[in-house]
């Protein structure tokens, strides 16, 4: 059974008009979590003890359905747009109605406490309320754990409410269709309803964190992942979901501290997270052994088909989604850093997965370059990362995150200017999507190759090396890089007609440039200069 009913919370609990019984379930540890969820028939364990379920309707995020309440503070802050949809205080009052009501109704609740941020300097307690056993197990892989006594003394500083079975009113929530995730910066609330995609809770507190952090803090945030060697040399790899994030920081001979949102302040960088949201589509023992390994008894793994009669997953099969996931406290990964914290940046790494082929492998980039790139955020969403997306589809997604920065870009590009320059970070734009061709005729660049680039930058064998500028990007390629065949370093050379990819090429640099006009007026001449030439 969970723990007592008198350790709950009770009064927190009805302040937001939630009723408290003997099956409102608090703090429930992971084996309980499984337990109830078997008990519900809600998942399956698969045969190393992982608990396996199917998120429903949504199997990724839905940027068309979150909201930000517009209140006197949000109203000058928030960038509006597309990504940053602003909604009335009296529909958020509606739905908040709605879902206390239902949790009202529902046999069963279960809250979890934990809290966000590795740095006690920016520690943010959270309150996670859902419906499911599922949902307050992610909250606990996810976030970090308190202690005990931590417990004792724990107020909590926002409150999620997740109810996946709730159906809203699009007509009287003033919402677009039957879901939503709504966050109220004034009453410090995150709603989300009818969407069991949990991946939906972690990036709602990424995206608070996001306004937060450099506003009161003068704190980067960053949508990224980050690891240190021996010697405490740390790198950092942004880039949007699926490009590689985690994989490429999950490595055997460095720490990892943490494979997704980090802040930066004038010490050095730390996880917002306390574990891991890994893609699982393909996963292998050989290409990733720590996260498979990870797939044991405490995970949770997501939208994923078994071999027929087995107890064993399939990881090729993408017929529910191909963005399969898995999520596991950072502590199942062996080689992980704790603190989850680390020291300045020596190296950056820009991750792109170019649908088109034309970027190199890699590139060394100039500061101006690295702002032009950031800024422009240029990727691949990846199947499956977002509803609707079934094969990548070039974009850019500013600061590699556009979905989750309520401010300006500017204002997370100009923090993280400044951060390169004060002190001399490398920075490398690494293109892990196609090449020789673009999708469908070419091929996606294999991860051991991208591997053998990561090393050869952190270990200093790329300082030494030949470069040559891309006549159109302007970027510095590598000539050789070791156990990288150096006839796929210059992205020209691998296509079977050098005509074909300038063309290509052109194409894609007029994209960056189109893109790039809207920011023209608030950056430096030497960002705009950093750009493609055509």
């Known amino acids: 059974?969970?723990?007592?009913?008198?350790?709950?919370?009770?009064?927190?609990?009805?302040?937001?008009?939630?009723?408290?019984?003997?099956?409102?379930?608090?703090?429930?540890?992971?084996?309980?979590?499984?337990?109830?969820?078997?008990?519900?028939?809600?998942?399956?364990?698969?045969?190393?003890?992982?608990l396996v379920i199917q998120t429903g309707e949504f199997t990724g995020r839905s940027p068309k359905d979150r909201y930000i309440v517009k209140d006197p503070l949000t109203e000058v802050s928030v960038h509006w747009n597309d990504?940053?949809?602003?909604?009335?205080?009296?529909?958020?009052?509606?739905?908040?109605?709605?879902?206390?009501?239902?949790?009202n109704q529902l046999p069963e609740i279960w809250v979890r406490d934990c809290y966000a941020c590795a740095d006690p300097h920016y520690r943010l307690n959270i309150r996670v309320i859902s419906e499911t056993p599922a949902i307050s197990l992610f909250a606990h892989n996810m976030f970090l754990r308190p202690t005990p006594d931590e417990l004792e003394k724990f107020r909590s500083d926002w409150q999620i409410l997740a109810a996946p079975g709730l159906r809203l009113h699009p007509s009287e929530c003033g919402i677009r269709q039957h879901t939503a995730v709504v966050i109220s910066f004034e009453h410090k609330l995150i709603l989300v309803a009818g969407t069991g995609y949990t991946g939906e809770i972690k990036k709602a507190i990424f995206s608070i964190l996001n306004f937060i952090?450099?506003?009161?803090?003068?704190?980067?945030?960053?949508?990224?992942?980050?690891?240190?060697?021996?010697?405490?040399?740390?790198?950092?790899?942004?880039?949007?979901?699926?490009?590689?994030?985690?994989?490429?920081?999950?490595?055997?001979?460095?720490?990892?501290?943490?494979?997704?949102?980090?802040?930066?302040?004038?010490?050095?960088?730390?996880?917002?997270?306390?574990?891991?949201?890994?893609?699982?589509?393909?996963?292998?023992?050989?290409?990733?052994?720590?996260?498979?390994?990870?797939?044991?008894?405490?995970?949770?793994?997501?939208?994923?088909?078994?071999?027929?009669?087995?107890?064993?997953?399939?990881?090729?099969?993408?017929?529910?989604?191909?963005?399969?996931?898995?999520?596991?406290?950072?502590?199942?990964?062996?080689q992980a850093a704790y603190p989850s914290v680390g020291g300045i940046p020596k190296n950056i790494f820009f991750l792109t997965c170019d649908a088109y082929g034309i970027l190199p492998p890699v590139a060394r980039l100039t500061p101006g370059q690295a702002m032009y790139q950031f800024i422009s955020g240029y990727t691949a969403k990846v199947a499956g990362t977002e509803t609707g997306?079934?094969?990548?589809?070039?974009?850019?997604?500013?600061?590699?995150?556009?979905?989750?920065?309520?401010?300006?870009?500017?204002?997370?590009?100009?923090?993280?200017?400044?951060?390169?320059?004060?002190?001399?970070?490398k920075v490398w734009l690494i293109n892990t999507g196609w090449t020789a061709g673009a999708f469908g005729h070419g091929c996606r660049i294999k991860l051991?190759?991208?591997?053998?680039?990561?090393?050869?930058?952190?270990?200093?064998?790329?300082?030494?090396?030949?470069?040559?500028?891309?006549?159109?990007?302007?970027?510095a390629m590598?000539?050789?890089?070791?156990?990288?065949?150096?006839?796929?370093l210059n992205p020209r050379t691998a296509w079977n007609s050098g005509a074909e990819y300038d063309e290509?090429?052109?194409?894609?640099?007029?994209?960056?440039?189109?893109?790039?006009?809207k920011y023209e007026s608030g950056v430096s001449s030497e960002i705009i200069a950093s750009g493609p030439k055509i």
């Not at 500013?398 to 390169?420: N, Q, S, V, W």
């Not at 190759?449 to 970027?475: K, S």
């Not at 894609?508 to 790039?516: E, G, K, P, S, V």
């Open 1 to 50: 059974m969970s723990a007592p009913v008198i350790t709950i919370p009770v009064q927190r609990l009805l302040s937001l008009g939630l009723r408290v019984t003997d099956t409102t379930h608090y703090q429930s540890s992971p084996k309980e979590l499984v337990e109830d969820a078997l008990r519900r028939k809600e998942g399956r364990l698969n045969d190393t003890g992982a």
């Open 83 to 103: 990504l940053n949809q602003p909604i009335e205080g009296k529909y958020f009052d509606i739905i908040l109605k709605r879902m206390v009501e239902y949790f």
């Open 213 to 334: 952090l450099p506003t009161e803090h003068q704190v980067l945030s960053m949508h990224c992942a980050a690891n240190k060697g021996v010697m405490g040399d740390t790198a950092v790899f942004f880039g949007l979901s699926g490009t590689g994030k985690t994989t490429l920081s999950t490595d055997c001979k460095r720490k990892l501290i943490g494979d997704d949102e980090h802040g930066w302040n004038a010490n050095g960088i730390f996880n917002f997270e306390g574990g891991c949201y890994a893609k699982c589509i393909h996963l292998n023992r050989e290409t990733e052994p720590e996260i498979f390994e990870a797939i044991r008894p405490g995970a949770l793994v997501e939208n994923v088909r078994f071999f027929p009669g087995m107890d064993q997953i399939n990881f090729d099969d993408g017929s529910i989604t191909e963005n399969t996931r898995v999520s596991y406290p950072i502590s199942f990964i062996d």
């Open 389 to 425: 997306i079934t094969e990548p589809k070039s974009t850019f997604s500013t600061c590699f995150g556009a979905p989750f920065m309520p401010l300006h870009p500017g204002r997370y590009a100009d923090m993280l200017g400044e951060k390169i320059k004060e002190n001399q970070v």
């Open 448 to 475: 051991r190759f991208t591997r053998a680039i990561i090393n050869a930058a952190l270990e200093g064998n790329l300082d030494q090396v030949e470069y040559e500028n891309h006549p159109i990007f302007q970027i």
């Open 478 to 488: 590598p000539k050789s890089c070791p156990n990288v065949p150096s006839e796929m």
């Open 504 to 517: 290509r090429a052109r194409q894609l640099a007029i994209r960056f440039i189109d893109n790039f006009k």
